[in-house]
């Protein structure tokens, strides 16, 4: 059975580096067809996609946040990380990692196994 | 302020059928991109709730159905029950970001 899992510090100071990591169990990280991906949810609100990554390393970002983000695969661990940096309030948030299926293209692609969340708090 | 727009909220008694839209742009839900749907029941991860505009992943009970006509895409639910209480996502690819795009989301209240 498919599961994600999200790690990592969940209270951090402006400016600094936000780092999670998601752990895949079930399933190869490496299978084609399937991108993985990073959406963040903040408080009360709606969810945004950050960016996705395929297991051979090829990225894809929202734009809105490429110049701060960085979405990185480890075959080996069967994990995915993302890393934001110079992070602020506007940052706090429930960051989830996903599956993200790719089989009928990028413009079909549509996320299948979500992580539970892990909240993210920005604050000094 | 979202790339796809969807009502805040809608309501519905037990038992009725209540839709919720969907709207984008020749950019997205236009250009003939996939719309998929989520739910996210409070406190809870969102789940594939529709894809490919109108499938539904097993599990899924099929009165939950989904449709796409032009630059728009519906949710609609028969038969509404008190669970089907939660925040409704629309989700589908915009060329123009080159990434992939959510609706602001719909709150879901059943009376």
């Known amino acids: 059975q498919l599961q994600l899992q999200e790690s990592g510090p969940g209270l951090l100071k402006p400016s600094e580096t936000l780092s999670l990591t998601c752990t895949v169990s079930g399933v190869s990280i490496s299978s084609s067809s399937y991108y993985w991906g990073w959406i963040r949810q903040p408080p009360g609100k709606g969810l945004e996609w950050i960016g996705s990554i395929y297991y051979s390393g090829s990225t894809y970002y929202n734009p809105s946040l490429k110049s701060r983000v960085t979405i990185s695969v480890d075959t080996s661990k069967n994990q995915f990380s993302l890393k934001m940096n110079s992070v602020t309030a506007a940052d706090t948030a429930v960051y989830y990692c996903a599956r993200h299926d790719n089989y009928g293209g990028n413009s079909e692609a549509f996320f299948d196994y979500w992580g539970q969340g892990t909240l993210v708090t920005v604050s000094s | 302020q979202s790339v796809l727009t969807q009502p805040p909220s809608v309501s519905g008694a037990p038992g009725q059928r209540v839709t919720i839209s969907c709207t984008g742009s020749?950019?997205?839900?236009?250009?003939?991109?996939?719309v998929h749907w989520y739910q996210q029941l409070p406190g809870t991860a969102p789940k594939l709730l529709i894809y490919?505009?109108?499938n539904r992943p097993s599990g899924v009970p099929d009165r939950f159905s989904g449709s796409r006509s032009g630059t728009s895409a519906s949710l609609a639910i028969t038969g509404l029950q008190a669970e089907d209480e939660a925040d409704y996502y629309c989700q589908s690819y915009d060329s123009s970001l080159s990434g992939w795009v959510f609706g602001g989301g719909t709150k879901l209240t059943v009376l």
């Open positions: 490919g505009n109108t």
């Open positions: 020749s950019s997205t839900i236009g250009a003939g991109y996939g």
